[in-house]
């Protein structure tokens, strides 16, 4: 058996996905529940913090990929919490 084959069926299972829905990640038409990146986490041995950044990004990209002020309301929503973390630390 090929190796990657072998990994990649191994990850599936541990995950417990079936392989039309790996297929589907693979092919960015569905996305991983933010739980499994505790799995991928262990397997791949990568910080879960970077897992969940990229996970989080992809579903903001999502979001506004087709809206004409995305980037803009991006960039309020950044500014927004800017501006609650700032008032958070000064109660």
């Not at 004409?68 to 927004?80: D, I, S």
């Amino acid at each position: 058996m090929n190796p990657l084959v072998y990994y990649k069926e191994n990850w599936r299972l541990k995950l417990n996905i079936g392989e039309g829905f790996l297929s589907k990640v693979e092919n960015d038409q569905k996305r991983l529940k933010r739980d499994d990146l505790i799995v991928l986490s262990s397997i791949f041995n990568v910080d879960l913090s970077e897992l969940e950044t990229l996970w989080l990004a992809n579903k903001l990209y999502d979001l506004i990929k087709n809206e004409n002020y995305g980037l803009t309301a991006l960039k309020v929503a950044e500014e927004q919490i800017f501006i609650k973390a700032g008032s958070m630390k000064k109660n």
